[in-house]
Each structure stands twice: as C-alpha cells, then as structure tokens.
C-alpha cells in the first residue's frame, strides 16, 4: 500500500514553526485529569509538584521538541462563577511556558475538559445542547488567547480534547467560532483541531477543513486497542478479557470470550471493540490500516497533520511495547506526522515513575529519535 507523502516544505502545505512539534511528549495528570479528592492544599501541592522545571529540562535532555500541555477548565474557571477566571491556575501554566521556552521546547496547550464537556464523563455533556456553555467555551479560550497573544510561535493552542458526538456537524459548527475567537487576538496563531470519536483518524474526513492556513488537524493512535489497553481498569471490556497480549502476534483466540458470562454481562456494545481485531495479525501492516484515513487527510488537504497522543498501556509485555512503538514511530515519520506520546509520568502509560525516574530507556530512545 503506497501513500503520496507531504513533508512542511513541500509546495502548497505551510511551513511549521521553528518547533515543529515532531516528536514530544504529553503532560497528563498535571493540570488536567488530577486527582479531584485532594483537599484544597494537596492539590496546591499537587500543581506544584508533579511537574517542575527538572521535568521540563529532562524531557528536552531526551531530544524532544516540543510538550503538549493537557489542561482542565476547573484549573481555570470555577462553575459557581463562570467568567471570574483564577489567576492561580493561570500562574501554572505561565510557568511551563517559562519553563519549555528556556530549554527550547514548544507547546502545544490542550483544553483537556471544557465547561460541558469531558470525553471521560460523557454522560453529563452539556456542552453541544447548552448555548451558555458554548458561551463559557468560547470566553475561555478568548481568555487564553488574549493572555498569550504575545508568545511566541513556540506555542500552539488545541481547542478540545477527543470530542464523542453523533455527528461532526456541531464540533465543525463550535470549532469554527472557537478560530474566529482566537483569530481577533493572535491572527497567525498555530490552532490544532481533532475530530470525532475521541480523535479518531477515521473521524478526520468529517472535519471542516478550514481556510486558514495556520491550522494543524489532529488524531490520537492506540490501535489495536487489545494491545495498547489490555487489562485497562477503566475499561470493563479490557476487565472482562483480562489476557496478555503480545505485538506483533495473531489476535488470541476470542470464541472462550465472546461466550463468557463476563462477556455478556458487559453493557451493550462494549464486545464490540474487540470483534473488529478477530482472527486478524497485530502487527505494523494493521497498523498502517487504521492509520491509512489519516495518511489520506492528509494528501488530500495538503495541511500539517499532528498524532497528538499514542502508547502503550503498563501493563503491556516491554519488548512489545517497544516492537509496536518502533513501527508506528516508523509509519508517522515516513509521512511527516508529528507526534506527542502519552504520557511523561505515570498515568498507566509513563516514561517515568512517581520520582521522576526513567521507567524503560530504549523507549525513551525509540520515542526521541526524531526523523530524516
């Protein structure tokens, strides 16, 4: 299977800033998707803490380029007094920023969970139904966008993470007022957008393919997702198949699951994810199979094109982990796919541990080695 590749200096396609965002690395649990339970001043502590500029100057050590930089809009916006935003979360961000242009890093900054909508708590979005919320959406990012007009092209704005609708219709309707709010402060801005079905690449042909030719379009890679999330607690169909799975490999054996009573307590649909890998081989020829949409977006838009997560969980096999992160790295580079990996720490996918250690360096080797 052959696809036309683009490169950021071919004709036609827009040049990348200086930080180019190819190879970088997720921010996870800091800012975003913390733990909620901790008292008022743990969670301080938590802010402070959990990410330092040791962190910042380690992951640029690696050969990294740039972070991206999830945040959730609690950080920032309280629901009992939308509008009035929180200088101390802000103080956080202003930091990492501080912190990533002094060892040379971009960022790209992600609202991870906006007012209305979370991709992990799908059941309470109002976001798509509310206009109050799309309100608060819009200000929020207008808020951001006039307190950051003055950086640098280092940094680049995300404007939701890993929308779930019925349709693209509403997100292309939302994400286009969300350009022209941002467009009144910072007119060249890199603005990062990501389609349906928490970013699938299958998702990116319903997007709005926007006139503007600072605009990075943007998926998420954890296929198959029986390797990347086997035994994955949040997951009850992962819980209920609860075998190893190496890569690459034959898909194991499914018929003892399928028929399982755990399988068939699941809620409804939930088997399906897993009936898609049956009898098929995991290995980097079915990886260029989910990735092909994307790999097709992309010729046909001419645009850069941005894996804004990908990995592998912990409780995968290492040696596997490490087989399917070089083919996929391998497929993302041939095409001038930038990429940021999940996560940096902890997190069930990280680099390094609770103290900051490296958890397995050939991964850091593989995930930092930057392409051509």
């Given at each position: 299977m052959t696809t036309t590749q683009h490169s950021p200096s071919q004709p036609g396609m827009p040049a990348l800033p200086r930080h180019r965002y190819q190879n970088g690395v997720n921010l996870g649990g800091w800012l975003s998707q913390y733990p909620r339970q901790l008292s008022p001043q743990a969670l301080q502590d938590h802010f402070a803490s959990f990410i330092t500029r040791a962190d910042i100057q380690q992951i640029a050590s690696w050969g990294m380029d740039h972070v991206r930089l999830p945040?959730?809009?609690?950080?920032?916006?309280?629901?009992?007094?939308?509008?009035?935003?929180?200088?101390?979360?802000?103080?956080?961000?202003?930091?990492?920023?501080?912190?990533?242009?002094?060892?040379?890093?971009?960022?790209?900054?992600?609202?991870?969970?906006?007012?209305?909508?979370?991709?992990?708590?799908?059941?309470?979005?109002?976001?798509?139904?509310?206009?109050?919320?799309?309100?608060?959406?819009?200000?929020?990012?207008?808020?951001?966008?006039?307190?950051?007009?003055?950086?640098?092209?280092?940094?680049?704005?995300?404007l939701l993470n890993e929308i779930v609708l019925p349709s693209s219709a509403p997100w292309n309707q939302l994400a286009g007022r969300a350009v022209q709010h941002i467009r009144q402060s910072n007119p060249q801005r890199w603005i990062v957008i990501g389609g349906n079905n928490y970013n699938a690449a299958s998702e990116l042909a319903n997007l709005d393919v926007l006139d503007d030719?600072?605009?990075?379009?943007?998926?998420?890679?954890?296929?198959?997702?029986?390797?990347?999330?086997?035994?994955?607690?949040?997951?009850?169909?992962?819980?209920?198949?609860?075998?190893?799975?190496?890569?690459?490999?034959?898909?194991?054996?499914?018929?003892?699951?399928?028929?399982?009573?755990?399988?068939?307590?699941?809620?409804?649909?939930?088997?399906?994810?897993?009936?898609?890998?049956?009898?098929?081989?995991?290995?980097?020829?079915?990886?260029?199979?989910?990735?092909?949409?994307?790999?097709?977006?992309?010729?046909?838009?001419?645009?850069?094109?941005?894996?804004?997560?990908?990995?592998?969980?912990?409780?995968?096999?290492?040696?596997?982990?490490?087989?399917?992160?070089?083919?996929?790295?391998?497929?993302?580079?041939?095409?001038?796919?930038g990429r940021a990996i999940w996560s940096y720490k902890q997190m069930d996918f990280g680099l390094v541990d609770a103290a900051g250690q490296v958890n397995h360096p050939a991964l850091i080797e593989i995930v930092s080695k930057r392409a051509g």
């Amino acid at each position: 299977m052959t696809t036309t590749q683009h490169s950021p200096s071919q004709p036609g396609m827009p040049a990348l800033p200086r930080h180019r965002y190819q190879n970088g690395v997720n921010l996870g649990g800091w800012l975003s998707q913390y733990p909620r339970q901790l008292s008022p001043q743990a969670l301080q502590d938590h802010f402070a803490s959990f990410i330092t500029r040791a962190d910042i100057q380690q992951i640029a050590s690696w050969g990294m380029d740039h972070v991206r930089l999830p945040i959730d809009y609690p950080l920032l916006e309280n629901d009992d007094q939308p509008g009035s935003y929180l200088e101390s979360g802000f103080g956080f961000i202003d930091s990492c920023l501080e912190w990533c242009q002094a060892a040379g890093l971009g960022v790209v900054l992600d609202l991870h969970k906006a007012p209305g909508f979370a991709f992990d708590n799908l059941q309470a979005a109002t976001l798509f139904q509310q206009p109050a919320q799309q309100a608060r959406y819009l200000n929020l990012w207008q808020a951001l966008a006039q307190r950051y007009q003055n950086e640098g092209n280092y940094l680049a704005f995300e404007l939701l993470n890993e929308i779930v609708l019925p349709s693209s219709a509403p997100w292309n309707q939302l994400a286009g007022r969300a350009v022209q709010h941002i467009r009144q402060s910072n007119p060249q801005r890199w603005i990062v957008i990501g389609g349906n079905n928490y970013n699938a690449a299958s998702e990116l042909a319903n997007l709005d393919v926007l006139d503007d030719p600072h605009i990075i379009y943007t998926f998420h890679f954890y296929e198959p997702m029986i390797f990347t999330h086997q035994n994955a607690y949040w997951m009850p169909v992962m819980q209920a198949f609860r075998q190893t799975v190496e890569y690459p490999a034959d898909c194991p054996d499914l018929a003892a699951f399928f028929n399982s009573p755990a399988t068939a307590q699941l809620p409804a649909g939930h088997a399906d994810l897993m009936k898609r890998y049956a009898g098929l081989r995991l290995d980097q020829n079915l990886l260029r199979t989910f990735l092909q949409p994307a790999l097709d977006f992309q010729e046909r838009i001419g645009r850069p094109l941005y894996c804004g997560e990908f990995g592998v969980i912990d409780q995968a096999p290492v040696e596997s982990n490490l087989r399917w992160h070089r083919d996929l790295l391998e497929l993302l580079d041939a095409a001038g796919i930038g990429r940021a990996i999940w996560s940096y720490k902890q997190m069930d996918f990280g680099l390094v541990d609770a103290a900051g250690q490296v958890n397995h360096p050939a991964l850091i080797e593989i995930v930092s080695k930057r392409a051509g």
